[in-house]
């Protein structure tokens, strides 16, 4: 097969190696405030998704499409998708796609995945770094109706198949799927190759293609927040209590036997 066409949903996230408490829910809003000086990165997943695509391109040959969705997209983030050897960046980037939840994103996604038109593969990480909803890359294979591969550790091009391992709990599965077919991808095809300064250049020149809603024929209202078929009710941080008591004891044994009554008390003894 003379090589194939693959687009890779990369999601940028709040930098997911941030101690968690810098992070503050907003019971206001119900939303999750990110200090500023939180960095953005592409989500480790799909960073794993795109050495996939990489791979294959390194073997079969054959183009890459990077495509993201997002508002405020920070592009020296982003465009490493170039630097690392994805021929072209797509960014849906507007503020109407602010606030979505998994089908708003799935169907944004599958309707500018539609406008690019040609591809073999669909490549998505198995969760995003930020809420883990898993749910995204199967969204967008059932708008697109085309098979789903979950997990997967290794994909090749066999015979003008994919031919995929996936993990499952006691080792792997090897199955095969005609194109188009998309596929979520895990930590164990490995990390995202180091980008080249020659290719950390070439990025630098290349500009990413924007799209807003009407870009793909979608109405503000069916993005994003507005697009939400999900209510969020609530948004928290559980709160953790511990209290600690000493227990006094004029010797270490009386100190003992108070434990003992105070355990007895509690009903743990
Ligand atoms: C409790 C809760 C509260 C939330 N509150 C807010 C909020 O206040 N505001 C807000 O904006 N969001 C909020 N979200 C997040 C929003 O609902 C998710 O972004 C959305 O549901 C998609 O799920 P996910 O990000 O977990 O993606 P997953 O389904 O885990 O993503 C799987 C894969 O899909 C692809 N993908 C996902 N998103 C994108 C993207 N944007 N661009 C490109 N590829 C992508 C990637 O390949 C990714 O690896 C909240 C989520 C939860 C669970």
Do not use: H
Not at 34 to 58: N, S
Not at 247 to 260: D, F, K
């Amino acid at each position: 097969m003379p090589g194939v066409n693959m687009i890779v949903c990369c999601k940028q996230v709040p930098d997911p190696e941030a101690p968690p408490s810098v992070f503050k829910v907003d019971p206001a809003s119900n939303r999750m405030t990110v200090p500023p000086d939180i960095k953005p990165v592409i989500g480790q997943y799909e960073e794993f998704a795109l050495e996939a695509a990489l791979k294959i391109k390194d073997k079969t040959g054959g183009k890459i499409v990077t495509l993201s969705l997002g508002n405020n997209l920070v592009r020296d983030v982003i465009k490493k998708t170039l630097a690392v050897g994805s021929d072209e960046l797509v960014l849906l980037e507007d503020e109407a796609f602010e606030g979505g939840d998994s089908w708003s994103t799935a169907y944004a996604l599958a309707t500018a995945i539609k406008k690019i038109g040609e591809y073999d593969f669909i490549f998505c990480g198995r969760q995003s770094s930020d809420w883990d909803a898993g749910q995204v890359g199967l969204g967008i294979a059932e708008i697109l109706e085309v098979p789903a591969v979950t997990l997967a550790r290794k994909v090749e091009v066999s015979d003008g198949k994919a031919k995929i391992e996936r993990v499952v709990p006691d080792g792997y599965e090897v199955v095969e799927v005609a194109f188009p077919v998309l596929i979520t991808v895990t930590s164990e095809v490995g990390a995202l190759r180091y980008a080249a300064l020659k290719g950390i250049m070439a990025a630098a020149k290349k500009q990413p293609t924007i799209w807003k809603p009407g870009d793909i024929g979608l109405e503000p209202a069916q993005v994003g927040a507005a697009g939400r078929r999900t209510k969020l009710n609530k948004l928290f941080q559980p709160v953790k209590e511990a209290r600690c008591e000493m227990i006094e004891g004029e010797t270490p044994a009386e100190a003992g036997a108070n434990l003992a009554v105070k355990l007895r008390q509690a009903k743990i003894l």
